[in-house]
């Protein structure tokens, strides 16, 4: 080695000393804290050991598996089991990621700590938040936990996924089926109307002298002329979607009739699906970073609370503007913070992201229809690029449908196989 | 005073690694549909390791419409020219 060099290694260690005294005592250059291991949480952990391997990164998860949320409306229609919506964390602590197996209950932000449900504390240098929904008990009169159990919302996937798909399968031939689906925003905009075409496909092949309505709190939703085409032409006569406008809204619900009461109907279902109100995960709202909304106002390049610094919100929690409340969205948005939160350690300047989103939904087993967007910061927001996105095209051939729904499954195996593989 | 100049300048030494590893806008999400991980097999090429001008091209004609597309039409419009060469030459540079 050159005396040269030596001098600038020399040199450079006294800075690094003083800019990362961590490093110098050889401990991890940092500490990041991400609590949530689904798509958001699990994807932000990985991406951050990739970048830095010397951050030190715990993921605090209550459940020993994820259970995916994507593809659960086909373990409802009976097209799928449960067991392939379910992964480990395995590869994820392989990666050296610590793995706690717990609650997260509290947060200090000034002490800059998480509380677990044991009392055990925490500290991190950033905490990333990625909590998904909770439902909103309450906020539509009648639906509690115990209503839950009688009409499941199976908004998260689950033992409700089960409940739900048993109480279709128990039904006899020619029951009314009756979902009702929120007004904005909520987990997933296109999924009621995904699930209602599958639950449709069931009773048409299962249960052909059924009926399933839809009481929508809205009068527009995601891809909705596609949908209504595809409803149109593969369930005639045996699906109905009644818009806020026509007396879709749901006001109050019975659990032990199974009973959606709407301002000018009572509609006794022989099974229920009350897709509820929602908000951002408890956790949200014990650190503060949620507002009066329910969810998480963010800064559109870092993913950091408005609420409060040092606290990072992804995912269905967070507020991002124009992307919407997604699986591939929650996985893009947590390697953008993760890229953020790597360059804020380091004292660095985050570069300003482009994020992505594609859902894709099926409409049958083998008719796929999906909606993309492309986004970026713009006016302290996560905007749409003028000119990008967009849904799958209105008249197109059935081979382009069926390709569409083999696209989602090839989405659903990668994106899986990334975050937990 | 000279110490802190090269503490500076090591700051931004770093600072520029960083950015090289770092992938450009937008190329993060592609690995939603595109695998980055080897263990991931799927009909969606892997974009790590591919020519750059062949990336490049592919994003140019999704954009222009002269290349069918399921989604890439749609996102392809998203992105400007220097972008699309960024991401092409990050992708290409990967293993």
Known sequence: ?421 | MKALAVAIGLVSVAAAGAAAAEPPPGAAACSGCHPASSRVTSPVPRLAGMDRGAIARAMHDFRAGTRAGTVMDRIAKGFTDAEIDAIAAWFAAQR
């Not at chain 1, 596609?226 to 369930?235: M, V």
């Not at chain 1, 990072?312 to 124009?322: E, F, L, Q, R, T």
């Not at chain 1, 909606?371 to 197109?396: E, M």
Request: charged share 20%.
């Open chain 1, 1 to 421: 080695m050159k005396p040269g060099r030596r001098q600038f290694l020399k040199l450079g260690l006294s800075a690094s000393a003083a800019l990362f005294p961590r490093i110098a005592r050889g401990q991890p250059a940092a500490r990041v804290v991400v609590v949530g291991g689904g798509f958001a949480g699990a994807s932000c952990a990985r991406a951050l050991r990739q970048l830095d391997p010397r951050i030190g990164v715990t993921l605090v998860e209550a459940n020993p598996t994820f259970t995916a949320c994507p593809f659960s409306n086909a373990v409802i229609a009976g097209l799928r089991e449960l067991s392939a919506q379910q992964f480990g964390y395995a590869r994820v602590a392989a990666d050296g990621i610590a793995v706690a197996r717990a609650t997260a209950t509290a947060v200090d932000p000034a002490a800059r700590s998480v509380t677990l449900a044991d009392g055990a504390r925490l500290p991190y240098d950033r905490l990333v938040l990625a909590p998904g929904i909770d439902i909103r008990w309450g906020a539509l009169p009648g639906y509690d936990e115990a209503a839950a159990r009688e009409m499941p919302h199976a908004w998260k996937a689950g033992d409700q996924t089960l409940l739900l798909r048993q109480q279709l399968e128990a039904m006899p031939d020619g029951g009314l089926v009756v979902i009702s689906a929120p007004a904005n925003p909520f987990r997933c905009p296109p999924g009621p109307y995904e699930r209602a075409s599958l639950v449709a496909h069931y009773l048409k092949t299962n249960k052909p002298r059924s009926k399933l309505i839809v009481l929508d709190a809205k009068d527009a939703f995601s891809k909705q002329r596609l949908f209504q085409a595809a409803w149109a032409e593969l369930y005639p006569g045996l699906l109905e979607w009644v818009p806020l406008s026509k007396g879709g809204n749901v006001t109050s619900v019975e659990p032990a009739t199974r009973t959606l009461v709407t301002d000018f109907a009572r509609h006794r279902a022989a099974v229920a699906n009350v897709i509820p109100p929602q908000k951002a995960g408890h956790i949200a709202e014990a650190a503060g970073v949620a507002d009066k909304t329910g969810w998480c106002p963010i800064d559109p390049i870092t993913f950091e609370s408005a609420r409060e610094p040092g606290i990072h919100v992804i995912g269905d929690a967070a507020i991002a503007g124009a992307m919407p409340k997604s699986a591939f969205a929650a996985n893009a948005q947590a390697k953008v913070c993760a890229a953020a939160i790597a360059k804020l350690l380091a004292g660095v300047t985050p570069s300003v992201p482009k994020l992505i989103n594609t859902c894709y939904s099926l409409v049958a087993p083998d008719y796929g229809i999906s909606i993309a967007g492309v986004y970026a910061p713009a006016g302290g927001q996560l905007a749409d690029v003028p000119g990008s996105g967009g849904v799958s095209p209105a008249t197109a051939p059935r081979a382009t449908r069926a390709a569409e729904a083999a696209l989602a499954e090839a989405w659903f195996g990668t994106v899986t196989g990334e975050v937990f593989g």
